[in-house]
């Protein structure tokens, strides 16, 4: 069973940094895309990065190219986003989520992703 927990989030000023980590147990059956997404209230559930642990490709949102960096550990135990160079449009709850690479819909689409976890708060002040 996929089991998915998030950590790192908090407050910090424009520019600063932050890295959020996914751990647990990421992979199994249908399970082999570990997907962050953000969410502020009112909007729709936003894909930023993801990172597909079957040849380790990474896919970013425009929005953050250049400034996060999705990686996983050697163990594959946790998957970390590293947010760098950071604004008060990143300001959301931030979500990790374990999907299928090989569904149809887009890896940054949570059509893609069956697990989710709880969810980590991520405010940036100007």
């Known amino acids: 069973q996929v089991q998915l927990v998030e950590s790192g989030g908090g407050s910090v000023q424009a520019g600063g940094s932050l890295r959020l980590s996914c751990g647990g147990r990421?992979?199994?059956?249908?399970?082999?895309?570990v997907g962050w997404f953000r969410q502020v209230p009112g909007k729709e559930r936003e894909g930023v990065a993801a990172?597909?642990?079957?040849?380790?490709?990474?896919y970013y949102a425009d929005s953050v190219k250049g400034r996060f960096t999705i990686y996983q550990d050697n163990k594959k135990t946790t998957v970390y986003l590293q947010m760098d160079s950071l604004k008060p449009e990143d300001t959301g709850m931030y979500y990790c989520?374990?999907?299928?690479?090989?569904?149809?819909?887009?890896?940054?689409?949570?059509?893609?992703?069956?697990?989710w976890g709880q969810g980590t708060q991520v405010t940036v002040s100007s």
């Open positions: 989520a374990a999907g299928d690479f090989w569904t149809t819909a887009s890896v940054l689409s949570t059509a893609k992703y069956f697990y």
């Open positions: 990421l992979y199994g059956t249908y399970a082999n895309l």
């Open positions: 990172f597909y642990n079957g040849d380790g490709t990474t």
